[in-house]
Each structure stands twice: as structure tokens, then as C-alpha cells.
């Protein structure tokens, strides 16, 4: 293999590693914005299940009045 193969082959291969490590952490940044979206979510349904339980507890208290 001659010497200019060579230098384009290890072009293409540092582009491609440049082009594969910016997919990755593309990858990586949205699976963070999903799970923080996730949490954010699970946090809500817990609340409103506390507000539930307490709206509940509420009611039984002024049934029994």
C-alpha cells in the first residue's frame, strides 16, 4: 500500500471515530434528557398519589362525623 493510501485511510478513520463519538454522546445527552423527563414524571404521579391517599383519608373522617 503506498503512503497517500494510507494517509486517507487513517482520514477516514479519524472522521469516522469523530462521527461515531458525536453519535454516542448525542445518544447519550438524550437518554439523559429522558430519564430526567422520566423522574420528573414519577415525582408528579407520587404527589398525586399522596394527595389522593389524603383527599381519601378526608372523606373517610367526615363520613364518620
Known sequence: MTK???NVILILGIFGLIFSS??????IREIKKASLALI????????????IKSLEE???????D
Do not use: A, D, G, W
Not at 458525536?22 to 445518544?27: A, D
Not at 420528573?40 to 394527595?51: D, H, M, P, R, T
Open 40 to 51: 420528573s414524571q414519577k415525582e408528579k404521579v407520587i404527589l398525586l398519589e399522596n394527595k
Open 4 to 6: 497517500s493510501k494510507k
Open 22 to 27: 458525536y453519535l454516542v454522546f448525542q445518544i
Open 58 to 64: 378526608i372523606n373517610r373522617n367526615y363520613k364518620r
